[in-house]
């Protein structure tokens, strides 16, 4: 990365530029839909379901995340109308977006990140169950977002993100103190302008903002600690690249929310292990192998 030419950085236009972002550059046309139907009020489920399997493909990748060792139905879930039955609209609308990302990551190459993304989902999700959260899947899903912000650093601002990359490797430092230096705010708080814009409800939006400073949660307090410990978890087992070697260290009073005993840990721990090992069967079959 030595030898890269100096940019000048103006934070307060790349802030401007970032904000304006309305959509991923393949954000599928059936969300903008979606998000237009759903201020009708008299939109039911079963029109929100007809416009997402109007598009095949995304509803295959759908289904197939949701039929994933994540959730673990006792049934399989077969079209979109049981989805939205089973998980809700909000965790739908969160895969629809996934789904997006993913598309983006593994077209980019920016497969070590998807993995990271896929491995925190997963600890999440083991960590949510094991607790007894009421909506574990959506503490899934707001951990397969969690580094949303990344993407569009990477994609919108190349040359910002070439220096960002620099600075972790020259000054051994993390990727989100490299984003703090270079650029005056982080991939967090770029998750959090695309979550304003897309609407996010605040269940998933403050893991997305906080995941880094869960203190600052006022509220999905308990999501957001989730969210936060999974990451750390997912680094320290080394399952795919989040942009630094860094294993960030876990916030006292997101573990003190959790109460998570030592034995459970080890149980939380084994349980990830087994479903990293499946991970493989998340994503559709072009999708890389991990």
Known sequence: ???????????????????????????????????????????????????ISSDQALSAKILRIVNSVLYGFPRRISNIRHALIILGFDVVKGLLLSSSV??????????????????????????????????????????????????IIKLELPEESLLIEQKVIDNQISIYEAEKDILGFTHATVGKWLCQEWYLPNKLAYPITYHHRPNLSEFAIQSTAVVHVADSLVRGIGFGFAGDNFVPKIDNRAWDILGISDPLLEEIIREIDEKLDSAENIYPENGPDI
């Open 1 to 51: 990365m030595k030898g890269l030419k100096k940019v000048t950085v103006d934070r307060e236009a790349i802030r401007k530029r970032l904000k304006s972002l309305k959509n991923l550059p393949t954000m599928p046309g059936v969300f903008q839909e979606i998000n237009k139907s759903i201020q009708n009020p008299e939109t039911t489920a079963e029109d929100i379901a007809k416009i």
């Open 102 to 151: 993913f598309d983006i990551m593994l077209a980019r190459g920016f497969l070590g990140l998807w993995q990271h993304s896929i491995g925190c989902a997963i600890s999440a999700g083991v960590i949510a169950k094991k607790l007894n959260m009421p909506d574990p899947e959506e503490v899934f899903v707001a951990a397969l977002l969690h580094d949303l912000g990344k993407v």
